[in-house]
Every structure is written in C-alpha cells, then in structure tokens.
C-alpha cells in the first residue's frame, strides 16, 4: 500500500513554544491530507483536512489559528501547533488518499507524540 | 447521536473462536465502510474496506455491510493473541473526503 511518513515521532517541549509535524506521501501524490488527534484511550478525532494550495478546513471546535496547517504541495502537509500547552499533548496522526486510488481507504502516517512540559 | 458508533468494550474472546465486532453508522448515505486495527502507541492499519451490502472476506477476516439497518460489522476466525488490539470502524459521510471513526472497540484474545 501507499506509504505516509510522519515527523517528528516524538517530541518534548515546553509550554509556550511551538512545535512542527510534518506529514510526506512518499509514493503517490495527495490533493487532501488530513490531521487527526488521539487522547489515551479515545478515538482518532479529525481536526482539519488539509487541501494542497488552498486553506485547510478546520472541524468544529478546532482552533485554527493554534493549530496552523500548510500544505505547500502534493506530498507535504505541515502541522503547527503554536503555543503548546500541556492540555495539546496528544498523539497526532496524519493521513492521506491516492488520488490516482479508487479505493478510497486513507493511509495514516506513523503518528506524533507531542508532550508538553 | 454520534455518527459512528461502536462498543468500547474490552471484548475478551478465547483463542481460537470468533470475535465479533459491531459498529452502527447515523448517515443513510455513507459510503464506503473500513475496518481499522491499532495496537497501543501506534498508528491505524487497514484490515478491510467493504462498499456493497452483503459479506467479504479476506483470510481470517469478514466484514458484513446491512445498509438497511445501518450497521457494519467484522468477523476474525481463528482469533490469535495477536489480534489483541483496538479495532476501528470507520465510514465516509456521504459528500465528504472525511472518514469519521468509531470510539473502538478493545479486543482482547486470551490464549
């Protein structure tokens, strides 16, 4: 299957400094990446879908100007998450479609663990 | 109601048997379905993908669509302690890019 890369997978930092993932679809391009958040023991929980060239489109309750996302080309989508507090520690996962697919099955990457000190 | 819904469990199912995982979905025009598997402090892997009404299998694996009654669910035979996991359902609302997933289901085979 398709390969989505994700880094950093862990990062430390502390509170009030920002912190950047970066998402790269390795073997096929993606118009549309998506970012999603996990808690312990909960479920994935989308924050945004990232559109290469245009702005990301934020879920409800998501906080777009914490949570930057830039996705410059077909194979890089960026996740920002300005001001890091405690509370944003999270596992954060990025996935993307093949737009050559028409499976239309999402490949994640292998997820960021960000703690916040 | 949530738009993906699944027991949060743990199911505890011996060696050997049938583990069955259910998942119920709010959208009438979602389409298609997958099943998720996520072992702790990873990311989701992709068991199956189902489109049609119906079952299909795929080695231990069986995935049953009933569009009518809204609901989706897997089959793992032979279940295996490495079948151990979180199980995700998720579905594509209908019009939308998105996959919005279940809670989990914690599937725990006991040898």
């Known amino acids: 299957g398709a390969v989505v890369s994700q880094h950093p997978s862990w990062v430390i930092c502390k509170s009030g400094t920002s912190v950047k993932i970066e998402c790269r679809s390795l073997?096929?391009?993606?118009?549309?990446m998506f970012w999603y958040r996990q808690f312990p023991k909960q479920s994935l929980m989308l924050m945004a879908t990232?559109?290469?060239?245009?702005?990301?489109?934020?879920e409800q309750g998501v906080e777009k100007d914490k949570f930057l996302i830039n996705h410059a080309s077909l194979t890089l989508s960026t996740l920002t998450v300005t001001s890091a507090h405690p509370e944003d520690s999270s596992f954060y996962i990025c996935s993307a479609r093949d737009v050559g697919s028409n499976t239309g099955e999402l490949f994640f990457g292998e997820g960021s663990r960000l703690t916040v000190l | 109601q949530k738009e993906v819904e699944q027991n949060s469990g743990p199911l505890s199912v011996p060696e050997g048997a049938i583990a069955s995982l259910n998942c119920t979905y709010s959208d009438r025009g979602s389409q298609p379905f997958f099943w998720y598997r996520q072992y702790s402090g990873k990311s989701p892997e992709l068991i199956m993908s189902?489109?049609?009404?119906g079952d299909k299998e795929d080695g231990r694996f069986t995935a049953q669509l009933n569009k009518a009654s809204q609901y989706v669910s897997l089959l793992i035979r032979d279940s295996q302690p490495s079948d151990s996991a979180t199980y995700l359902c998720a579905v594509n609302p209908e019009g939308a890019q998105k996959l919005v997933f279940g809670q989990g289901t914690r599937l725990t085979i006991n040898p």
């Open positions: 990232s559109n290469e060239g245009s702005k990301a489109t934020y």
């Open positions: 189902i489109y049609s009404n």
């Open positions: 073997d096929f391009q993606a118009t549309t």
